[in-house]
């Protein structure tokens, strides 16, 4: 059993939003937070709602409604609002000369919005889009890097009642066109191109492909990011500064319904097409401020930065959680590992970052590069980091904890989805932990870990993660496709939403995940999650990353396969690939021995930097992977197929 990497000083603690919200409302422990948050969800989110002293022009009547069943259930019912009238009006009117977001460009090229600032542009670009025709329900692509207008145009089409469907700014074509004809989309936000490890790379071509099968778009408005030429379709096609620069200044914000939704987000299916997730303005509002403000615990002197994408669940996390508090944001465009791998460090220091979101993926490939990058820099503001999108392998976390954080900063470690809005699980710095561990359920959320048929799991037992009750982030159902959201998540286990992930708590109440499910690898009867082999083949020093799967095997049902990238000092040969079986045999018992391990340059993985394994899986036995709209790398792909 591991010891406490993290116990959080007594300075830390008195001065945590958690702990401050605990003595306003008579709840001696953190434990006994988390109970009651649980036990009366009703209460913890008026009073977080409350507290966080919300704008609404009609008062709602109750917080939750589940007359038509937990899938469906309704949050702040009667009431109305408008997310940005929360992240932007009231903070341009408060303190509008306070820095809402900073931006830098990986060609240093910096930027600097006061809430003032983003309330004009927001109401420009709004102003724009209800000239060109887009109202309350009217869907609108945003397909950009992660520049200041990204946030300004999820905040002026949330301001307009209008859907904002991010997508990926690195996604093909077909990619592209699937999203946006899935929910009609009448507008497309994009751009000329974005700059990638020091190369300009074209992004409205890419858009013009696209809407060749999106005949419901019929405006697009394009920014000039690169200065590079782009073809510009007469009728259709606008320059986005001469489309907002006689645009009025100030603008009404008018207030929805609380169940209006304002984004559909898709995520990728391994069938079929893309999930939409629908979020609507009050339940992800409120979900998301909760979270940056008692997770990640934000303070008004901090600076939050998340490496993401607008495309993944954390750019929205990041801008409405990060704005909803008055705070301040940073975004990042490009590749932070360039011109060299302590571009990070060298960004964290240059604004102050005090907060910093990366994955796990992240970390172990800055870590093979060595302690001095990180040690050339004043890291000396960061507080926290956050991670999230897969399990940690423990000695990257040790890196990051130790090497990058001097033991000063706790890995906030949460985790959820973009169906899940939020997060299922999820410390605060107030939380003592384990290493690679996530510390308790997120504040509100019912979550608990069954067996197979849906019965508890004993202390220290790998079972699924599920939750049982709903929660205001929760998405309103898959758009167009309510049998399929029925299906995904209800059905598995009736009246228990059932995620796809494995999860266990040790005997000291610290949890921790063990990869999706669906990527469980069962020999003989017996489950292992793809993380615990990984960590194995990390933990030897050879391996800077891998993909640990499950191939079928006429005798065992399956047999584990790993795909590794090696560490600069090692060398591929058949007596290193034995050596790394053996490490997984001696660890976790002859029946997990890897059947082959292969060595491959990179591994294929989304474009939020997550394995892909169920590609892998399908690659290494020939067969289609199912939808790879989300792919980023398609040659690595080859390699595998190549090596095995």
Not at 201 to 210: T, Y
Not at 227 to 236: D, E, K, Y
Request: hydrophobic share 40%; aromatic share 8%.
């Amino acid at each position: 059993m591991s010891e406490l990497a993290w116990v959080p000083p007594p300075e830390r603690v008195a001065r945590a939003n958690v702990t401050q919200f605990m003595k306003r409302h008579g709840i001696a422990t953190l434990p006994e937070l988390v109970a009651r948050s649980q036990a009366e969800p009703e209460w913890f989110w008026r009073a977080v709602e409350q507290d966080l002293g919300f704008f609404w022009a009609e008062p709602y009547t109750h917080v939750l409604d589940t007359s038509r069943g937990k899938p469906w259930a309704q949050w702040f019912v009667g009431g109305k609002t408008n997310l940005t009238a929360n992240c932007v009006d009231r903070w341009a009117k408060l303190k509008p000369d306070k820095v809402a977001l900073a931006w830098e460009g990986e060609d240093g090229d910096t930027r600097r919005w006061t809430y003032a600032d983003l309330q004009r542009n927001v109401n420009q670009l709004a102003g724009a889009l209800r000239q060109r025709g887009i109202g309350p329900g009217d869907a609108v692509g945003v397909h950009l890097p992660m520049l200041p207008e990204t946030a300004c145009a999820l905040l002026a089409i949330a301001k307009l009642g209008a859907l904002f469907v991010p997508l990926f700014s690195g996604f093909g074509a077909e990619a592209i066109a699937k999203r946006l004809g899935d929910c009609d989309a009448k507008l497309l936000l994009t751009c000329d191109g974005t700059l990638r490890r020091g190369q300009p790379v074209a992004m409205k071509p890419v858009a013009d492909e696209a809407l060749r099968g999106v005949p419901t778009c019929t405006r697009v408005l394009v920014l000039r990011r690169t200065g590079a030429p782009v073809a510009m379709q007469a009728g259709r096609d606008e320059d986005w500064e001469q489309a907002v620069k006689d645009q009025p200044v100030r603008m009404l914000t008018e207030p929805f319904d609380s169940e209006h939704p304002w984004m559909v987000i898709y995520t990728s299916g391994t069938t079929g097409r893309p999930k939409g997730s629908v979020h609507v303005h009050a339940g992800f509002l409120v979900k998301i401020a909760q979270e940056v403000w008692h997770q990640t615990d934000v303070h008004d002197d901090d600076v939050l930065c998340w490496l993401t994408d607008m495309g993944w669940i954390m750019g929205p996390w990041l801008v409405v959680g990060g704005l909803a508090l008055g705070g301040t944001i940073l975004l990042y465009e490009g590749s932070p590992d360039w011109p060299d791998p302590g571009r990070l460090w060298q960004v964290v220091a240059k604004h102050n970052v005090s907060i910093l979101g990366v994955s796990p993926t992240l970390i172990r490939s800055l870590m093979k590069h060595g302690d001095a990058w990180p040690a050339k820099h004043d890291l000396s503001s960061l507080r926290s980091f956050g991670s999230t999108g897969e399990p940690w392998n423990p000695e990257p976390w040790r890196w990051l904890f130790e090497t990058v954080g001097q033991r000063k900063a706790p890995i906030i470690n949460l985790s959820g989805g973009t169906e899940v809005g939020a997060c299922f699980l999820s410390p605060t710095p107030a939380s003592a932990l384990k290493p690679c561990s996530l510390g308790h359920p997120a504040l509100g959320m019912a979550v608990d870990i069954v067996d197979e048929e849906g019965q508890p799991v004993p202390q220290g037992q790998v079972g699924e993660l599920v939750c049982r009750e709903p929660w205001p982030g929760m998405t309103r159902g898959l758009w167009k496709d309510p049998e399929r959201y029925l299906a995904t998540y209800w059905s598995r286990f009736p009246g228990l939403w059932y995620h796809g992930d494995f999860a266990s708590v040790d005997a000291d109440g610290q949890w921790f995940l063990h990869g999706r499910s669906d990527d469980t690898i069962k020999i003989a009867g017996k489950r292992v999650g793809p993380a615990e082999v990984e960590s194995i083949l990390v933990d030897t020093g050879l391996v800077a990353e891998c993909a640990a799967v499950g191939i079928p095997d006429a005798t065992k049902g399956e047999v584990v396969h790993c795909w590794a990238i090696l560490r600069p000092h090692a060398e591929a040969s058949e007596q290193l690939a034995a050596r790394l079986a053996d490490a997984v045999e001696k660890s976790l018992g002859k029946p997990f021995r890897p059947k082959g391990v292969h060595f491959v340059k990179d591994l294929p993985r989304t474009r939020n930097a997550k394995i892909l394994r169920r590609a892998v899986r399908a690659a290494a036995q020939g067969k289609e992977a199912g939808d790879l709209s989300s792919l980023a790398n398609p040659e690595a792909l080859r390699e595998v197929r190549r090596v095995t």
